[in-house]
């Protein structure tokens, strides 16, 4: 019995083997990212120690201590812009694959970067929108946590600048052909 030949498919190349200027632009996002997700992280334990302390304080103290939420509240928000961020550059995005799954090839290429275009808009009114509500609130403290109520609004900032790095990564990549090395690598 014959078995049919099937071309196996062309490896691609990772972006982490890119030498030059490219290569070190790749390093770059890639150790932004995972700084990001680190940061993410450790956001997330901050987190969960404010609610913890919250917990203890509201049912075995029986005095809850007023900055914990206001804490935990803040750090959501960087946690989720950071995470936001990284999960642009490691094409862990909502999207529209089954749709495309279809398409030819050339056709996919082309959607891939259309979304990623469209991702760089949204990014740059997130970070136009973000600075401005930041810079407005900067003299306003915040009424649980001695911080400038303008810390609230900086992620979105941040975050959409993180967004249109990694986006514009994305777009490079793909139109070498090159495979974007996940940031938990």
């Known amino acids: 019995m014959d078995m049919p030949l099937t071309v196996p498919p062309v490896p691609r190349i990772?972006?982490?083997?890119?030498?030059?200027?490219?290569?070190?632009?790749?390093?770059?996002?890639?150790?932004?990212?995972k700084l990001?997700?680190?940061?993410?992280?450790?956001?997330?334990?901050?987190i969960l120690v404010a609610v913890l302390i919250q917990i203890y304080g509201r049912y075995v103290l029986n005095d809850s201590?007023?900055?914990?939420?206001?804490?935990?509240?803040v750090l959501v928000l960087y946690v989720t812009c950071l995470a936001a961020a990284v999960g642009v550059r490691d094409g862990r995005h909502i999207g529209m694959e089954s749709l495309l799954t279809f398409a030819p090839e050339r056709v996919r290429h082309a959607a891939e970067i259309v979304v990623y275009v469209g991702m760089i808009v949204f990014a740059?009114?997130?970070?136009?929108?973000?600075?401005?509500?930041?810079?407005?609130?900067?003299?306003?403290?915040?009424p649980?946590?001695?911080?400038?109520?303008?810390?609230?609004?900086?992620?979105?900032?941040l975050g959409g600048i993180l967004i249109v790095l990694f986006a514009i990564e994305r777009i490079v990549a793909r139109v070498l052909n090159l495979e974007v090395v996940p940031s938990w690598h």
Request: proline share 4%; charged share 10%.
């Open 144 to 157: 649980g946590l001695p911080i400038s109520q303008g810390w609230t609004y900086l992620p979105l900032a």
């Open 65 to 73: 201590p007023t900055w914990t939420e206001i804490l935990a509240l």
């Open 124 to 142: 740059l009114f997130m970070t136009w929108g973000g600075a401005i509500l930041s810079w407005e609130m900067i003299e306003y403290v915040n």
């Open 14 to 33: 990772k972006t982490s083997e890119v030498t030059g200027t490219l290569g070190a632009y790749f390093r770059f996002n890639a150790k932004l990212s």
């Open 36 to 46: 990001c997700l680190q940061l993410a992280v450790a956001g997330l334990m901050v």
